[in-house]
């Protein structure tokens, strides 16, 4: 599959003196932990038992790192469940819920890369993976990709052959070394023996990318990408491994997706 490539440059942010909107607070009662969760980074709002009521699945970043699930009881009461345990410097940044063997459970997708902390130097254990659910919300690791640095991960089905591929950011990439990897396209080439074909943008972009969203930004049918970076000059000097890197002025990028070429959706 084809990505097309448009590089925007932003020279200057504005200010706005009113939030955009406002919301009602709702509190979840916790008490039942025995610890605290610091750096809740990730939440999804879904009914993970069958039960008709909505739960939550969230990462937590620090400390007692990991995935957890809070189901919903009565009266906004939660019963909270870790399913994924990591450890504190796993750095984990991002996780996507998918049904990747489409079996009509959710399994999850997880990255891995935080590196802003005390311990600054290219982990290899950083990257993508797999938590297959076996059914019963038991997660199992059952595919590792790695990649300096991961923040964020997208599973789609990008090229529309009817499996799901991966879209990952790294922001603490090897950027002296593979600066282009911070981004890469995997495509599913066998689902089942988790084989995947990795790209990288082409073109001379030597930043590493934080924020990344999907959608159908053409309306042709097929899911297109934008980027985000977050790196600046003098970012990382403690580091040469994240601050020799030329900066790119390119601060947000979008990728067209070709798959669906001449098949325009009215
Ligand atoms: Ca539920
Ligand atoms: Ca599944
Ligand atoms: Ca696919
Ligand atoms: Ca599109």
Same mark, same amino acid.
């Given at each position: 599959m084809t990505f097309l490539i448009f590089g925007i440059s932003l020279m200057k942010t504005g200010t706005r003196s009113k939030p955009i909107h406002t919301t009602k607070r709702c509190y979840v009662n916790l008490s039942q932990l025995p610890y605290? !969760? *610091?750096?809740?980074?990730k939440f999804e709002i879904v009914d993970m038992d069958g039960d008709d009521k909505k739960d939550i699945v969230t990462l937590f970043g620090q400390g007692n790192e990991g995935i957890f699930i809070l189901y919903q009881k009565e009266n906004l009461d939660f019963a909270v469940e870790q399913v994924i345990q990591l450890s504190p410097e796993f750095g984990s940044s991002w996780f996507e819920l998918l049904d990747y063997e489409n079996d009509g459970d959710l399994d999850i997708v997880l990255t891995n890369g935080d590196n802003a902390d005390y311990s600054i130097f290219l982990? *290899?254990?950083? $990257?993508?993976?797999l938590y297959v659910n076996d059914g019963t919300n038991t997660?199992?690791?059952?595919?590792?990709? *790695?990649?300096? $640095?991961?923040?964020?991960? !997208?599973?789609?089905?990008?090229?529309?052959?009817g499996d799901i591929d991966f879209a990952v950011t790294a922001l603490f990439n090897d950027s002296q070394n593979a600066p282009e990897e911070g981004f890469i396209y995997l495509e599913n080439l066998n689902s089942m023996q988790f084989e995947f074909q990795a790209y990288t943008l082409k073109g001379d972009f030597t930043n590493g990318w934080l924020t990344m969203e999907k959608g159908d930004y053409d309306a042709d049918g097929d899911q297109d990408i934008m980027l985000g970076t977050f790196k600046v000059q003098g970012v990382r000097k403690k580091s040469s491994y994240f601050g020799a890197a030329k900066i790119?002025?390119?601060?947000? !990028?979008? !990728?067209?997706?070709?798959?669906?070429? $001449?098949?325009?959706?009215?």
């Open positions: 605290t !969760l *610091p750096e809740s980074t982990k *290899p254990y950083h $990257g993508i993976r997660f199992n690791e059952t595919w590792f990709y *790695p990649l300096y $640095g991961a923040s964020r991960v !997208l599973a789609e089905d990008f090229d529309l052959d790119d002025p390119t601060k947000l !990028l979008f !990728l067209e997706n070709k798959s669906n070429q $001449g098949k325009r959706v009215e």
